[in-house]
């Protein structure tokens, strides 16, 4: 699809932006003599989304012509773009904008080279009331606003229709309970054809530990504790590892031992999996398998509609005020609902506000696309993990916990008790 953009001058808006000095010593402020600024962006995607994200960055810079966005650097995976990132930052070579996981916002904005974006975003277009809420509290670290945002998704469950029928079931409905599920995928599991009830991915990494978080919120729990000296999870974290352990002692659950789920998802898109917790960046790839497929809200234990959403950023770096400035055009460029639109729809994401939620391109792809107005629908429950500094520390110990259990090599007590320790231990460090 081709959009119109009306055309906007390099400090478009931008004059009010906070910008650090500039710093990283013997960086080029990317003036050229012709005046045009160049901008180095990390973007971290691959397939769908490279090819989405560069296509967005050829029309920016041809519609902007003061500008020009660089996309060809980095060489990362957005998987690995926290070490990256921080290397570079390390070496004083960084690039002006990275991809940056919602998750490692906090650890990365510690680094007084991100730009503080607050009145960018406060007082730009999109109005900062417009994104949805899980968008603004994971840009927000200590009251500021620290990145833009990048993508938006939420979790909710995938089913196989056609193996639901062969199994004699009903489908699932909203409302449903954590029991109900673990029932469902062991009645839903056949060894002798190789179907597994469901799949969880066992690397230990954070597509591991974010599906834990709705089950502990549901139950009363958070990451971290009020006083924030300890994990707010000690009890709510032995329940919902229980559920895990029922569905690894029926043998319902199919582990992956590789990241990203990648062999999780093939099950799934092979139909030998009847159920799957996913977001809707999974959605073109069940679509071109032609699956039999619908999509419901996360199960429950107090009957409470939760779900998390993850969403990631544009997280822009100082390398001078006019590159500083160039960055921050481009991300608030791609938040306008007509690019963000054309961006979800390639990328599998979420409309980042109700303004695109609600254009006639978003709302036929959603009317066109089964379940995906699920996923969109999940955000008014939506909760986001802590921006906080320790997360990862505290991420790696509940990713250690659940594979154990899923595995079947702890209890949940006790998988959850050197959880706590380690990860009561990483927040008692001064940040």
């Known amino acids: 699809m081709t959009y119109s953009i009306p055309r906007r001058g390099l400090l478009a808006g931008a004059a009010a932006v906070p910008l650090l000095a500039a710093c990283a010593g013997g960086a080029s402020d990317g003036v050229g003599a012709d005046g045009k600024v160049t901008v180095e962006l990390w973007h971290g995607q691959n397939d769908t ?5 560069e296509a ?16 060809t650097g980095g060489g990362v995976v957005a998987d690995a773009m926290l070490h990256k990132v921080t290397a570079a930052l390390a070496s004083g070579s960084y690039p002006d904008i990275a991809y940056v996981f919602g998750s490692d916002l906090a650890s990365v904005a ?3 080279r991100v730009v503080d974006l607050t009145s960018a975003l406060h007082k730009g277009s999109p109005p900062w009331s417009a994104f949805w809420a899980p968008v603004r509290e994971a840009l927000t670290v200590n009251g500021r606003v620290r990145a833009a945002p990048a993508v938006l998704d939420s979790l909710a469950v995938v089913y196989n229709r056609k193996l639901f029928r062969e199994a004699g079931l009903p489908y699932p409905r909203a409302g449903w309970s954590w029991d109900e599920f673990a029932k469902t995928a062991r009645k839903l599991t056949d060894a002798g054809r190789g179907v597994f009830g469901t799949g969880w991915p066992g690397t230990g990494d954070e597509d591991t530990v974010w599906r834990l978080w709705p089950m502990i919120w549901d139950l009363g729990g958070d990451v971290v504790s009020a006083d924030g000296k300890g994990i707010g999870f000690a009890d709510q974290g032995v329940r919902a590892l229980e559920t895990l352990a029922r569905l690894s002692h029926d043998r319902s659950v199919y582990v992956d031992p590789k990241p990203g789920g990648e062999q999780m998802y093939q099950v799934f898109l092979g139909g030998r999996m009847g159920m799957v917790a996913t977001g809707p960046w999974q959605l073109p790839d069940i679509v071109g398998a032609k699956l039999d497929y619908d999509v419901v809200a996360l199960p429950t234990y107090s009957g409470r509609p939760v779900t998390i959403s993850g969403p990631d950023t544009w997280t822009v770096f100082d390398n001078g005020r006019a590159r500083s400035r160039a960055a921050v055009e481009f991300v608030r460029w791609m938040a ?11 990328a599998g994401s979420l409309p980042l506000t109700q303004a695109t939620a609600r254009r006639p391109e978003w709302l036929r792809h959603s009317k066109r696309t089964t379940g995906l107005d699920v996923f969109t629908r999940a955000l008014d429950s939506a909760r986001v993990r802590p921006v906080h500094a320790a997360y990862p520390q505290i991420s790696q110990a509940v990713g250690e916990a659940i594979v154990s259990v899923l595995l079947g090599e702890d209890s949940p007590a006790q998988a959850l008790r050197r ?10 460090i001064p940040r």
């Open 49 to 53: 989304g490279k090819k989405a994200v």
């Open 419 to 428: 959880c706590a320790d380690k990860a009561d231990a990483a927040l008692l």
């Open 56 to 71: 967005l960055v050829a029309e920016f810079n041809r519609t902007h012509s003061r500008i020009r966005v660089d996309s």
């Open 336 to 346: 306008q609902p007509a690019r963000d639109a054309r961006w979800d729809i390639s």
């Open 110 to 112: 510690r680094s007084p």
